[in-house]
């Protein structure tokens, strides 16, 4: 129950882009295609995990035991970034057609905020490994779900009239704001 | 290979000198982050019992008795060496979350006073709890934990009836009372063992 | 031969006379009944709100688009009916200033920033209550008992749905609100006697005036039906009251006249199916679990999210052939 | 002086991380929902970018082209610790409440942005007054947006009460879709400055 | 804190190295070969990642620059100053000729008769769709500005005389409009071009009914090409057209024309005309 | 009889009573007449006269090889005067025939018949090739709408079980197919015999909408007195909605079998012929008299029109040669627009001089208040396109893929399937121009594919 829950929040209440304002960038900048916020999103999910999965042992099993816990925000972001590295040299070898649909989404990754902070939220909540790793995945289709909704919405305001000085990234800011004001009804869900 | 190699060692040059910097100024704020928590729990250790001087750990001793309320830290408060009551730092679910306050328990079992350590919930309604600027009482600028301060743990908790609501924040009003009351009565329970076998020094009171 | 040019236009030639304004217009004729009710129940106070949010509606339009240098809209009406139907979802004792305000938000950022009429993502009118429920929680949930044209002080009082979630039972409700038994209760909150938002005290007025929109073809059946059907489905299925839960927070006033909304709702008939049956269920999730006792608005905004999605449920065109994947060309063919 | 006044300007107005190049949006966002929290995320920011500005700059002939990513990276992350842990030692109301985000502070775009773009190529003077400028223009747009949404939604100007005492907050402003309006309104002023600017350098071009 | 401080060297100097050998011996094991340029765009970016440029990271906006998808100018982490270098990087092979795009027509509303008042949608080509032409000229242009929404380098706007006019110094030559263009009225021309042409594309076969629809139509009466003292002009496809190998742009069919339909490039086309006032967008 | 119909569709004000009690009329002594050399669906015709010749009055001036061609005929005696481009009336222009009346010179005191029609043809002895043959050399296309080349349409490649007349008429305004079956019911009942024997049809079907009830027991009077019902042909009348496109081909083989044509098929795909009223009345004659398609019924009315009149004129002739007549008669001042064809689906034109083609069923003269044209405004997404749409592709997502240029997506949702009836336009409030933005599509979208063609090969 308290993994649905911890997973619910995450997705729901506590919207990773709507709520939090983290991974703005990309959210942004890469939801002017359904297909395109797909492909991130799922590409953001697969490497949120993974780095999930990395940095919760290094802590506990490194950091902790050699007294080195001050060196987490540096340690993380090496990390992730290696592994991002390592998964686009991969699949760009190995499995070229997911690297075609999702690797170009990885230099990308590298720096969404929305990973590093996932990694450092599951030490500071105390999460275990299993949490952890929930609460990745929450974060992860929280955003995947903020970025298809924008796409929707930003197919939509293709045709619309906006007014000339709101064009273009303002009006995305405005429809997240909005986004935001309907996904406050989710605040209270879980208790 | 070479070239790999070389890559690796300058990086690892780069950083060793940025970790070692790192550790220097760790060493030198470590103690002072360690000490933070203490230092925010005894300033408002203090407010609640003016007279504290001595705090004595005991947060092992008191359990809860509801599920969802947990017991972060109790210290049994001395004024020079006698007790002078109990706090105990509680932690349970409201409407946004979790709620931490610190209750303060006399040894006459009643309130000494209520601050409200962390809330979540909505601002402008449940979040009230919190803002110093917000009265339940506003004649007499009374505060939603302001109202608690010198009620008798025997005294009833009925949200609505003894106890003010936050406007349109029952849910709030509610959880806190209840977290509040919980660790009252635990308190209170586990100041029935210690005044046992310490009543000599304590009972002498009002 | 004539001297003048002719006009040279593409076909049809020939337009229905069933114009913008005049669907708009029919809209407000439906919610006039429920409007006069309301003055009837809250006073002058209601009259006012009303007065208030309309007319800043209609202000905050023609600014607008003054401002912004575009061809004036508020000959449409739409304004109007958005500012009606925001005042119809407040509290009746809403301070003035505060209707203004979300009349101008509701206006302006939900709906002229995007375009205007028919652009706009989000329900105007749910949007601006949700701004000002969110920027004012107190007083946007702050009841009066109907205390008719009577001056005197309203006194504050708690909704029926807030009650149930503190714990009441029905038959407290009922007490509550002077009716003798759970099926009194009902009747009365049918007919419209109980403490809620201005507009949606009776269901009976909200259901004239959702049938003669109905009946004139402005809205289709789809929306409210499934809206109200699966809130009673769900509700049911959740172990709460279905008649009770249909019959209070709006459902029937958000089903006809919020959820019907031109702009926000898909327009096929299927994605209309789904995003009703969604309303339906968000509401009854948002009472259940959630942190809002009425829980309509949230689930229209929420769907609303949907819609870009939900128009691709497109129905089967005339004459639709399944695409028949083309066959491997065999090498034989090849050559 | 005249050129290294420039660098400074150019970071404060000209091409303001904020204001003009839009990037570093997630910290801006969080922290602003009240001044002392912009002020800082501000200075944070401030400090990270300068010293890891001058490190880099410093050491820009001995770090290797293909290396020097990860190097970055490290210099990067080693002053945001350091920042971390002074706030959380002096700083612990405000360490608090900007949570997550000062850790996050190393991957802000404008600092990767400059470092690569600025540091790595140019001498200790220009990397100084271009991570002062960047900073301090970062800074004050923080302010400035931190100041409008407390204003308008707390009452209140870094904690202290400015508004009179019947003024309702408009609590929107300071919640999360409050921030994003605010900052989508800030981007609309942001086109509009930036066209006013293209339009004047195409007179002073005619002239 | 001497031991904590070498505990953190040993460590981070491990790993570090570990890392950096790694991802070194990675690079070199997984080598793609790839177009040069986008390594070299991808050198003058930032690295930033950030995704403001719309396209998925650095690496992406360098591909699609190098690959010519993309204006050089769109990193906004990396400022002008990277804007610049790209640019310098991509802006070597500009080695095509510079054309630019003329309009074949001169019926403006004063002088070009329209068939009727046509209603509907505002555009060129559904215009021509609807009514065939809405000038009584078949061939003219239909002033709604098709070309000028397709440009994309703002070297078209209408001119209150209802014809869209080109800003020479901004067309690139580019062929979108022409493109567009449903009447195919425009002709890319080299810049440097000289030498007379006939600003008018009628094909009509009655010469008695151009007047009647353009004053300033080509009315295929050949002074041109009688009076040309080089003999370079030869009627093509009903439409007057000049051999410039031969024009030495003496101007002598332009001063005949009696209907004012041949102009001169370099003085009546792209050199200092009368300005028309543009159409606010 | 229960009156059958389709899905969706629109209530244009029908406005037929201005004309439809008026008798068809001739219009005779024709001075000249101006005969657009293509006037059907396909490739395009070579003239075979000179400038100077003398043609006879059913004589062929332009035809040319191939399946999808369909000769022209001279529909007038006299001298081809000139052979030059003219506005037709589809505001395009083409090489139109002009022909100038003229008295043969008696020869030897004999003046000669002006006539030039073939020998008369039994369709129900001679073969389904020679009939076919027939139709075409009588210059016999589809007279509802685009000209479609008759002698294609009765040769399916597959089984038909019904013919069907189209009384329909669902275009407000016009009157002329409803005036052919009240004048005569005969030749349309001989015409469905003719085309139910040649496509080997069991069942013929006359349908008409309720707005022309009293058609109904005429119609039914000929059938039963038919030679050809009697000989066991099997004909009826079936009752339709008044609504519109109920003349739409689709859309009266939906009402009536209930069977829907596949997208990018024929009527002959359900097992269907549809034919227009005029078309079958023409059979009739090139069988009967060996005439051809000379001369055709079309209404003539509208609000400027102060003398509405169903008229039978020649092909070619110049509705300004009409009105001259005085069969008709139109106020010049009150005139605002023209348009050839109905209301929903015709071309507006700029002026009456436009000669009568081989498909115009009428010519509208509108006035102001007709002709009152909307701006157009932004999509309130109501979705009343929706309903109306009779094929259901969505016009209004259409619009929006179709502005933004995403025709992927727009194929997608249909827009070559659309039949540019104009019920979307018609009933939306915004008043959008729907249908000429998808016939823009349509052409854009036809572009894209066959350069994408090309690139594929």
Redesign the interface.
């Not at chain 6, 829907?260 to 098929?265: D, I």
């Not at chain 6, 007709?370 to 909307?374: G, K, L, R």
């Not at chain 6, 009779?390 to 969505?394: E, F, G, L, V």
């Given at each position: 129950m308290d993994l649905i829950k911890i997973f619910l929040v995450a997705v729901l209440v506590n919207n990773v882009v709507l709520m939090r304002f983290l991974a703005l960038c990309s959210y942004i900048g890469m939801t002017s295609d359904v297909g395109q916020s797909v492909g991130m999103g799922f590409a953001v999910t697969f490497v949120t995990v993974l780095a999930t999965a990395a940095t919760w042992p290094i802590y506990h099993f490194i950091l902790v035991p050699l007294g080195l816990t001050f060196l987490q925000i540096l340690i993380f972001i090496l990390v992730i970034a290696s592994l991002v590295q390592l998964v686009e040299f991969y699949l760009k070898k190995n499995i070229p057609g997911l690297y075609a649909s999702m690797g170009i989404y990885l230099p990308l990754i590298t720096t969404n905020c929305a990973i590093l902070a996932v990694t450092f939220e599951n030490i500071s909540f105390k999460y275990s490994f299993i949490e952890s790793i929930v609460y990745a995945v929450g974060v992860s289709i929280g955003y995947l779900l903020a970025m298809v909704l924008l796409a929707g919405l930003r197919d939509r305001m293709k045709s619309s009239p906006v007014p000339k000085f709101l064009q273009g990234t303002p009006i995305l800011f405005i429809t997240t704001a909005l986004i935001g004001i309907a996904f406050m009804g989710f605040s209270g869900l879980i208790k | 290979m070479k070239g790999i190699a070389k890559l690796g060692l300058v990086l690892a040059i780069f950083a060793a000198a940025a970790c070692a910097s790192l550790a220097v100024v760790y060493a030198i704020t470590k103690p002072q982050i360690e000490a933070q928590d203490q230092i925010a729990l005894t300033a408002s250790l203090k407010e609640i019992f003016p007279e504290a001087v001595n705090f004595e750990d005991v947060t092992d001793k008191i359990a809860s008795k509801d599920p969802n309320i947990k017991f972060l830290n109790a210290v049994l408060v001395k004024s020079e060496n006698a007790p002078i009551g109990v706090a105990v730092k509680a932690a349970g679910p409201s409407y946004g979350g979790q709620a931490t306050l610190l209750v303060g328990i006399t040894l006459q079992r009643s309130i000494a006073g209520v601050r409200v350590l962390e809330l979540k919930d909505t601002p402008g309604l449940g979040a009230n709890a919190n803002n110093p600027g917000y009265f339940v009482k506003k004649a007499e600028k009374v505060t939603f934990p302001g109202q608690f301060t010198g009620k008798y743990l025997t005294d009833a908790f009925a949200v609505k009836e003894d106890v003010i609501a936050i406007t349109a924040s029952t849910i709030t009003s509610k959880s806190l009372t209840k977290i509040i009351k919980t660790a009252g009565d635990s308190a209170a329970e586990w100041l029935e063992t210690v005044t046992a076998d310490t009543s000599a020094e304590t009972t002498g009171g009002k | 031969m004539p001297a003048k040019g002719m006009l040279l236009s593409s076909s049809p030639h020939s337009f229905t006379q069933i114009s913008t304004p005049r669907m708009m217009l029919s809209v407000i004729i439906a919610l006039i009944p429920a409007s006069v009710y309301g003055v009837y129940l809250y006073g002058f106070q209601a009259l006012a709100l009303i007065l208030v949010t309309v007319l800043s509606a209609v202000a905050s339009e023609y600014l607008f688009r003054k401002l912004i240098k575009a061809k004036t809209t508020i000959g449409d009406f739409s304004a109007i009916v958005t500012g009606l139907l925001l005042a119809l979802i407040l509290p009746p004792k809403t301070p003035l200033w505060m209707g203004a305000m979300g009349a101008f938000f509701a206006i302006v950022v939900a709906k002229e920033f995007f375009g205007g009429l028919g652009a706009n993502p989000f329900n105007p009118a749910l949007t601006g209550r949700a701004f000002l429920l969110m920027s004012f929680p107190a007083a946007i949930t702050t009841w009066t008992m109907p205390h008719g044209l009577a001056l005197a002080d309203a006194t504050s009082t708690a909704t029926p749905l807030a009650l149930v979630r503190q714990g009441a039972a029905l038959t407290d409700v009922a007490k509550y609100f002077g009716a003798s038994d759970v099926g009194s209760l009902y009747r009365q909150l049918f007919m419209g006697y109980r403490s809620g938002s201005l507009g949606e005290s009776s269901i009976l007025l909200v259901l004239i005036g959702g049938l003669f929109l109905l009946a004139l073809g402005v809205i289709q059946w789809i929306v409210p039906v499934s809206v109200i059907g699966s809130a009673f489905l769900f509700s049911w299925l959740l172990g709460m009251d279905p008649i009770f839960n249909i019959l209070t927070g709006g459902v029937v006033f958000g089903a006809f006249f919020m959820a019907t909304d031109y702009a926000t709702r898909p327009l096929t008939p299927a994605g209309q199916a789904v995003f009703g049956i969604g309303i339906g269920l968000l509401t009854v999730i948002i009472r259940k679990f959630g942190g809002f006792p009425e829980g309509v608005t949230y689930a229209i905004l929420i769907m609303n999210l949907a819609t870009p999605y939900l128009n691709k449920m497109r129905v089967k065109k005339y004459g639709f052939v399944p695409p028949v994947k083309p066959a491997k060309p065999s090498k034989e063919a090849v050559k | 002086m005249k050129s290294l006044w420039k660098t400074f300007k150019q970071g404060i107005i000209y091409e303001n991380p904020l204001l003009m190049l839009m990037i570093g949006l997630c910290s801006a966002l969080a922290v602003t929902s009240s001044v002392s929290n912009g002020i800082g995320m501000g200075l944070a920011m401030t400090f990270v970018l300068l010293f890891s500005e001058i490190v880099i700059s410093l050491f820009r002939k001995v770090i290797p082209n293909s290396a020097r990513i990860p190097i970055f990276i490290i210099i990067i992350a080693a002053f945001t610790t350091m920042v971390d842990l002074v706030m959380k030692a002096y700083f612990p109301e405000l360490s608090k409440s900007m949570g997550v985000f000062i850790p996050l502070i190393v991957v802000n775009c404008i600092i990767m942005g400059r470092v690569e773009a600025f540091a790595s190529k140019q001498s200790f003077l220009p990397v100084v007054f271009d991570s002062l400028g960047m900073g301090l223009g970062y800074t004050w747009v923080l302010v400035a947006i931190a100041a409008f949404r407390e204003i308008l939604g707390n009452g209140t100007f870094a904690g202290i009460q400015v508004m009179p005492g019947n003024f309702q907050p408009i609590l929107f402003f300071i919640l999360p879709p409050g921030g994003f309006l605010v900052f989508g309104l800030l981007t609309s002023f942001n086109i509009w400055l930036k066209n006013r600017m293209a339009k004047s350098e195409k007179a002073k071009e005619r002239a | 804190m001497v031991t904590i401080v070498l505990i953190t060297i040993a460590f981070s100097a491990i790993l570090a190295f570990v890392l950096g050998t790694a991802l070194g011996f990675f690079r070199e094991k997984f080598k793609v070969e790839r177009d040069p340029k986008i390594d070299e765009v991808r050198e003058a970016l930032p690295g930033a990642n950030c995704g403001g440029c719309g396209f998925p990271g650095c690496d992406g906006y360098a591909e699609a620059v190098a690959t010519g998808r993309s204006p050089t100018t769109k990193c906004t982490a990396g400022g002008s100053a990277t804007a610049e270098a790209v640019s310098k990087i991509m802006g070597v092979d500009a080695a095509r000729e510079d054309v630019v795009s003329v309009l074949l027509c001169q019926g403006t509303k004063d002088v070009a008769v329209s068939k009727g008042e046509y209603v509907g949608v505002q555009t060129c080509r559904a215009a021509k769709l609807s009514t065939g032409s809405v000038k009584a000229c078949s061939w003219g242009c239909q002033g709604f500005g098709d070309c000028v929404n397709v440009c994309k380098f703002d070297a078209l706007a209408m001119g209150e005389d209802g014809l869209p006019h080109v800003n020479y110094d901004n067309c690139t030559g580019c062929g979108m409009c022409a493109e567009e263009c449903p009447q195919k009225l425009f002709v890319m021309v080299p810049r440097e071009k000289k030498g007379s042409i006939v600003l008018c594309s009628n094909r009509n076969v009655i010469k008695a009914n151009v007047l009647k629809t353009c004053k300033t139509g080509c009315i295929k009466c050949e002074i041109c090409v009688k009076s040309c003292p080089e003999k370079c002009i030869t009627m093509v496809n009903g439409i007057p057209v000049t051999d410039y190998s031969k024009c030495t742009s003496c101007g002598v069919c332009v001063q005949k024309c009696p209907t004012h339909a041949y102009k001169l490039l370099e003085v009546d086309v792209m050199g200092e005309k009368k300005k028309v006032p543009v159409l606010e967008a | 009889m229960t009156a059958k119909t389709f899905r969706g569709g629109?209530h244009?004000?029908e406005q037929k009573d201005r004309s439809s009690g008026l008798a068809v009329e001739r219009l005779r002594d024709v001075k000249q007449v101006v005969i657009p050399v293509n006037q059907h669906f396909g490739a395009p015709l070579q003239p075979l006269v000179k400038v100077g010749d003398y043609v006879k009055r059913g004589q062929k001036i332009a035809d040319a090889d191939g399946r999808m061609t369909v000769p022209v005929h001279a529909s007038l005696a006299g001298i081809v005067k000139k052979i030059?481009?003219r506005?037709q009336s589809?505001?395009?222009?083409g090489p139109c025939i002009i022909i100038e009346a003229k008295q043969p010179e008696p020869v030897d005191g004999v003046v000669e018949s002006t006539d030039d029609f073939m020998p008369p043809l039994d369709p129900f002895v001679c073969s389904k090739e020679e009939a076919l043959a027939r139709i075409r050399a009588a210059g016999i296309v589809g007279m509802g709408g685009a000209g479609f080349p008759t002698h294609v349409k009765l040769a399916p490649s597959k089984p038909i079980s019904y013919v069907i007349a189209n009384g329909a008429e669902c275009e407000?305004y016009l009157t002329i197919d409803e005036r052919t079956m009240i004048e005569r019911p005969e030749d349309v009942v001989e015409g469905v015999a003719i085309t139910m024997k040649i496509v080997n049809a069991p069942e013929g079907i006359i349908a008409v909408e309720e707005n022309k009830m009293h058609a109904i027991p005429l119609l039914e009077k000929a059938i039963a007195s038919s030679p050809r019902t009697r000989a066991g042909m099997k004909i009826r009348v079936q009752l339709l909605k008044t609504k519109y496109p109920q003349g739409g081909e689709?859309m009266l083989i939906?009402a009536i079998t209930g069977k829907?044509?596949?997208?990018?098929?024929l009527p002959m795909d359900v097992g269907c012929v549809v034919q227009n009223i005029g078309t079958l009345c023409a059979m009739v004659e090139a069988f009967r008299d060996g005439k051809p398609l000379i001369e055709r019924g079309l209404t003539i009315t509208g609000g400027a029109c102060t003398k509405p009149a169903n008229v039978i004129a020649p092909i070619g002739t110049p509705v300004?040669d009409i009105i001259a007549a005085g069969l008709t008669a139109v106020d010049?001042?009150a005139?605002?627009?023209?348009?050839y064809?109905g209301?929903?689906?015709?071309?507006?034109?700029?002026?009456?001089?436009i000669p009568v083609q081989k498909n115009t069923s009428g010519v509208?003269f509108?006035n102001e208040e007709?002709?009152?044209?909307?701006e157009?405004?932004?999509?309130?997404?109501?979705?009343?396109c929706?309903?109306a749409c009779?094929?259901?592709?969505?016009p209004?997502?259409l619009a929006?893929s179709v502005?933004?240029g995403d025709y992927k997506e727009a194929e997608k949702?249909?827009l070559l399937?659309c039949i540019?009836c104009?019920?979307c336009?018609?009933?939306?409030?915004?008043?959008r121009?729907l249908?000429?933005?998808f016939?823009?599509g349509k052409?854009?979208l036809r572009t894209i594919k066959q350069k994408e063609a090309q690139n594929a090969r």
């Open positions: - | - | - | - | - | 629109a244009p004000p030059e481009p506005t589809n505001n395009l222009d407000p689709k939906t829907e044509v596949p997208s990018g098929g300004a010049d001042e005139l605002r627009r023209i348009i064809g209301p929903m689906m015709g071309v507006a034109v700029p002026n009456y001089a509208l509108m007709e002709a009152v044209h909307y157009e405004e932004t999509c309130i997404r109501c979705g009343r929706m309903r009779p094929i259901r592709i969505s209004a997502l929006v502005e933004t949702i249909g399937d540019e104009g019920s336009s018609f009933v939306c409030p915004a008043h121009h249908v000429q933005k016939r823009v052409q854009i």
